[in-house]
């Protein structure tokens, strides 16, 4: 039998894999939005929005990062490229992203502009991204003003609102990377005006240096010096602070500015400039048409950003393309007929490795949305640096925090020191990494690289992340915040899959992060526990405003006991029963650590049944209990209740023969808690010996699933939302301390401002958790077969094994993106009547959660982190067209 066949693609993963850090030196690793994030801000009261804001980004040196439009950098990111434009009619250089800050928007921060991740590979060797940039005038204040007017009841005025895409009066800016190799980066721009007149569009392809020089993080300062051309060719050399050299290739022009990565004080701050070569000199000299800066940029030689300068007319339905090239090497030739061989056959690689991983029978409308979403995926990694001690302290000559910062966020985590390449969950809206989002990118991830999402698991238990009591960081905003513990799930489905799909059952890995997360689920048990009971908290736990009230802001001498807490817990210690127990196949000294978390899971189950089960309404509600000893039922029908489900597991037959220890201790547990009359988890055996254990027993399940697959409940035509719509006609309705608070059904965005307002849980589906209950109803088919049926829907006669039921709800989520016989698709919403056009037809956006009644795209526009669970979805079902 011949050897499997190695696409070039996974060649160079596995190449990849041999290194420290799994990772391409270049890649996608320039953020979206540096500017409003928590980093960059040094204010005393911790407003971040408007410390550091997009009328200042232009002008004004970031301190931890930078930021583009399609933009590239290395892994550290001291070099970066991305591509500025301008319409002869805006105010100002497009260089970046806009969007609302939180106060602006109505329903909180939110990117305002039409981009497209098209294709990308895990090694970045081929990369397709789509900007659409309109002719007339930027709408900038019009979408400030429209959003910042309108009520939380109102949807968001978004971009398309605005009309200037009406009459197809913008360009189509393509740009595709295609690595000649890992250092020799080809760099095509193509330029479409769909429209019926022709336009001018100015290109500024732009290279720089992230300044580090300022807060003394380098002894030398890099620097960009132009060489004497080649023919037809321009050349730049960039030399970095350890003398590292790039050249940057570009076709000759009239025009090529040169200046510093360095602030604008003038502008920002209201005190003189030592030179005119500041941040902004392009925007001043292009957009405010300064001839005698532009004269200056223009014969200045060296410096740290630099830019040639195209000036377009592209005809009518026409497009121009622009070539360019940074790399190692230096060239005589950069741009000859191999430059357009390396595009075709990174084309042709990339179209080999994914066709190595789709199904079979996939439609093409299926596969289009499969490939983006694993675009989106890779696109999103960024280059992230984060030091809070020196945050906190402030840089010599430089930022000086106020006192305050030293009692305010994220003090406590100065040993937090990070500089990483992470998987962000949208690169604009949340371009910080959140440890429960990341888990969820991790699977997708392992899907096309899983030594990547190895590494992205185990970084979130390094010493630089994970403080010294074992927490795992939340995210920049508070890093102390209680994110669900799903470390150890992600740990074990990427095993699997990497097992599954690439062959390699790595063990290292499982004990690698195995002894960290017993640190982690120690500090929950220890931190979350308060009472000793096995139910837990944690506050908000990424649910936003899923509850009456504000779960991590809980009136003074109150204190909640949590049905998701708690479940997660007990979902925490199986999946490290699991994990324990699969490594204890090829190393029995783990036998004894199963056996504590099997314990663990067995003490929750019975506490959670125990204490938060209402046998009235046959489901889970959290429990309040305030300051003058009461505790009341909230009676909300939520994804809290339903999170329950997550807790099952099959532990096979094979597994339990070559472990009698922990065989013995589940024996004793069992028959111990029979005699003394305890609630024990659900644990039955198949003819074939292997055993299901669950949180609860089967008339239990019945009851929950029965609820959940209700249309008048949970599901909706895009999934199960996280709110039931019971609640449309019976909100839940509580007075605490002279104070109303409610909740009631909401399928769209938030009404409220908990957590910002940005994100909705009162009604809308969250693929993620979807995913979780999929993938639950998977196991318990496994076990129960055709002998669980159950009525899908609910009210419905037809009866449906859980599988069926599994696939039900999958394919409703993959229906919501595909194409439907209108031309349609359910998450574009009333935006159809765009994405129908014959060039956007295949464009697809992974948004942050959808519609509970619709299905249409909500919150952020670009998560494809975890929405790019859909990819993972599609390959379970290659049939659905």
Same mark, same amino acid.
């Given at each position: ?81 991305? =591509? ?11 260089? $970046? ?62 971009? @398309?609102?605005?009309? =200037? ?12 990377? &295609? ?26 392809? &732009? ?9 003394? +993080? ?66 001043? /000299? ?10 200056? #940029? ?27 090239? #940074? ?71 430089? =930022? ?8 305010? $966020? ?9 500089? +990483? ?37 185990? #970084? ?10 074992? *927490? ?37 890995? #499982? ?29 908000? @736990? ?11 802001? @809980? ?29 204890? *196949? ?18 929750? /189950? ?30 909300? $029908? ?35 808690? =029979? ?34 697959? +209700? ?22 309705? !509580? ?41 639950? !109803? ?92 859909? /990819? ?10």
């Amino acid at each position: 039998m011949s050897a499997k066949y190695i696409s070039i693609e996974q060649q160079r993963l596995n190449t990849n894999a041999q290194k420290e850090v799994p990772l391409e030196k270049w890649g996608p690793y320039l953020s979206e939005r540096q500017w409003g994030t928590v980093r960059e801000d040094y204010s005393a009261g911790g407003d971040a929005w408007n410390y550091f804001t997009h009328e200042q980004s232009r002008s004004r040196v970031y301190r931890w990062g930078e930021d583009g439009i399609a933009g590239i950098s290395d892994m550290h990111q001291d070099l970066c490229f991305a =591509i500025a434009m301008w319409n002869g009619k805006d105010a100002i250089l497009k260089e $970046r992203l806009f969007g609302l800050t939180n106060a602006e928007g109505n329903h909180g921060e939110d990117v305002k502009e039409l981009y497209y991740y098209l294709d990308n590979t895990p090694t970045h060797y081929y990369m397709k991204y789509l900007y659409k940039y309109p002719q007339a005038a930027f709408p900038y204040e019009q979408l400030v003003e429209m959003n910042r007017n309108r009520t939380k009841t109102e949807p968001e005025f978004e971009l @398309l609102d605005t009309g =200037i895409f009406n009459n197809n009066n913008y360009f189509d800016v393509q740009v595709t990377y &295609a690595k000649n190799r890992s250092e020799d980066i080809c760099i095509e721009i193509e330029i479409t005006n769909p429209g019926d007149q022709d336009a001018e569009i100015v290109l500024l392809p &732009a290279l720089w240096f992230r300044n580090q020089w300022m807060f003394d +993080d380098m002894l030398q300062k890099p620097v960009l010096e132009i060489q004497k051309p080649l023919p037809d060719t321009g050349l730049v050399k960039a030399t970095t602070e350890n003398s590292d050299s790039y050249y940057f290739y570009y076709p000759v022009t009239d025009t090529t500015l040169m200046t510093e990565n360095e602030t604008n004080t003038e502008r920002v701050f209201g005190y003189p400039n030592k030179s005119p070569f500041v941040k902004d000199a392009f925007h001043d /000299a292009i957009v405010n048409d300064n001839a005698e800066l532009k004269r200056k #940029l223009q014969n200045k030689k060296t410096g740290t950003k630099f830019s040639p300068v195209y000036e377009l007319l592209i005809a009518a339905k026409q497009s121009q393309v622009v070539k360019l090239r #940074l790399s190692k090497d230096e060239l005589q030739s950069p741009f000859d007929e191999n430059f357009d061989i390396v595009f075709a056959n990174r084309k042709n690689e990339a179209d080999e490795f994914y066709n190595n991983l789709m199904p079979e029978n996939i439609s093409a409308d299926a596969a289009n949305i499969q490939r983006q979403a694993f675009a989106g995926l890779l696109w999103s990694k960024q280059f992230y640096k984060y030091d809070i001690e020196r945050w906190l302290d402030g840089d010599a000559h430089n =930022i000086n925090p106020p006192v305050e910062r030293k009692y305010g $966020r994220n003090t406590g985590w100065e040993h937090l020191k990070i500089a +990483d390449v992470l998987s962000m969950p949208d690169k604009w809206e949340y371009p910080w990494f959140a440890s429960w989002d990341l888990c969820f990118h991790c699977i997708p991830m392992a899907m096309v690289d899983p030594v990547f999402a190895k590494n992205q698991l185990i #970084l979130l238990c390094r010493e630089w992340f994970m403080n010294p009591a074992g *927490q795992i960081p939340a995210y920049e905003w508070s890093f102390s915040d209680v994110n669900p513990p799903i470390q150890a799930w992600a740990a074990l489905e990427v095993y699997k899959i990497e097992k599954e799909i690439h062959g390699n059952a790595d063990i290292h890995f #499982l004990k690698r992060i195995f002894q960290k997360l017993m640190l982690n689920f120690t500090w929950w048990a220890n931190r979350e526990d308060e009472h000793e009971n096995n139910i837990f908290s944690g506050g908000f @736990l990424g649910l936003d405003n899923i509850g009456v009230l504000d779960r991590n802001s @809980l009136p003074p001498g109150t204190y909640m006991e949590q049905v998701d807490a708690t479940a997660w817990m007990g979902m925490y210690a199986l999946n490290l029963m699991e994990m324990a127990l699969e490594i204890a *196949q090829t190393d029995n000294s783990y036998e004894d650590a199963a056996t504590k978390f099997y314990e663990h899971f067995v003490l929750i /189950a019975g506490s959670l049944n125990e204490t938060l089960w209402d046998a009235n309404d046959n489901f889970f509600y959290d429990r309040l209990h305030t300051s003058d000893g009461n505790s009341i039922e909230l009676r909300v $029908r939520s994804i809290v209740g339903l999170s329950v489900l997550f807790n099952a597991a099959i532990i096979k037959n094979e597994y339990l023969q070559k472990l009698p220890d922990f065989k013995k201790r589940m024996e004793y547990v069992k028959n111990y808690g =029979i005699a003394h009359y305890k609630y024990l988890p659900c644990e039955q055996v198949s003819n074939n010996g292997d055993l299901l254990i669950s949180f609860i027993h089967q008339e239990r399940l019945v009851q929950l699933l029965t609820v959940m697959l +209700d249309e008048n409940e949970f599901l909706s035509p895009g999934g199960i939302r996280a709110l039931s719509k019971f609640h449309q006609q019976h909100p839940f309705y !509580l007075q605490l301390n002279h104070t109303n608070y409610s909740i009631s059904y909401m399928p769209g965005e938030s009404d409220n401002n908990i957590f910002g307002g940005n994100s909705n849980w009162r009604g809308p589906v969250w693929i993620q958790l979807n995913c979780l209950l999929i993938q639950t !109803l998977y196991h318990q088919y496994s076990f129960y077969g055709d002998s669980m049926q159950l009525s899908f829907p609910s009210d419905s006669s037809t009866l449906y094994n859980l599988q069926q039921i599994a696939d039900a709800l999958s394919k409703q989520i993959i229906a919501a993106f595909l194409m439907d016989d209108s031309g349609n698709r359910a998450v574009h919403g009333n935006a159809n009547w765009f994405y129908s056009q014959p060039e956007n037809k295949e464009l697809v956006l992974f948004y942050e959660y959808y519609h509970g009644d619709t299905a249409q795209g909500l919150g952020a526009s670009h998560q494809t982190g975890w929405s790019s669970l859909v /990819a993972a979805l599609i390959t379970k079902q290659p049939s659905i067209s």
